[in-house]
């Protein structure tokens, strides 16, 4: 009746979230159970009225509940899902075995939040959960003080569009980027920052996350040791676009722990910064100083780092910093294979780890405004 698809050990040691699959089908459920795995930990269940009492327990972050699962009709299931502190903000994805059509006025009447007529494809099953678990996160948003909250929903909105029009192979200008990011550069000024991070932190689309998270950081950072603009927006609008190669990489690479990369694997990763560069420096009036941050901020000062190899002073300063708040976040961040470290454990990567490898007077800056800040 139960079926958990990763070890307690396995579950322990991934940052994945969990994900309610409820159908009566048992290949139905294997099948989507082994598409997921990669990315989310999955429970499954033979019918809706059993998973409610062990999902209670330990809510998932979204449910997909397939009709023939259902006792009582689909609205009935829904609005008793709904009535339960556990489950009202639990979005499920309506799932059921008819044309398109007939399954997405079923979701609507039902009062799902999503719907998938099978069969489905993988990329369909994926984004939709996906799409929801972050509108769930979008939804909290609301409630923040209006600083933080107009900073997440701009630059959120700006990064939508830019995955948008990249797929499309089009420019974006710099000037919507950076308005943008006019918020965000009033909200960590304002100290407003915290709301920020943990807004973003269980985003689930790692891209947009990882990107609000080190542009907010290296705003904090610039701030803290005294930048004035227009470097403060550069940091800001750098932040956010330093990684925008990784868009076009393959998920099943930026899914993959990076010490099980093949040396092929290695390269596509790596291509995400001439990627990124190729795509920024066909923008009207991106400043050269942002393309530098693009350029370098996986450049090491002893010459380890890529694409270029760069060693100590041919580094820019404020790719220097964008590498120690890039490096920091990337390990505090949880990924689906593995779970975060704490400021402290990501700290001590950076100063033990990669002693010779980060300015260690700068990162010595950074740790000091992390301990001011309480983090
Ligand atoms: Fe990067
Ligand atoms: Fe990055």
Redesign the pocket.
Known sequence: MLQQHLSAEETAASGKVLVAVIDASASHRRQVAQALTPIYRTITFDNADAAIAPLREAPPRAMLVDRSALRLDAYQFIKMLRRQRSFAEVPVIFTDNADEGSVQSAARECGADAYLAKPYRRSSLIRVISRQISKSVERKWETLPSLPRNALVSTLDVFTRISDVMEKGEPIAYATVLTACGPLVEAVGMREYKDILKGVRDHDNYSYAHSVGTATLLLLFGYTIGLKEPDLSLLATGGLL??VG?LSIPPEVLDKPPASFTAEEHKVMQS??PLTLQYLERCPDIPKKLLAIAAE??ERLDGSGYPLGLKGGALNELARMASIV?VFCELSEKRTYRPPLDAEQALRVMTVDMAAKLDQKMLGLFREMLLDAGN
């Open positions: 330093h990684d990784k995400h910064v901020h996986h890039d």
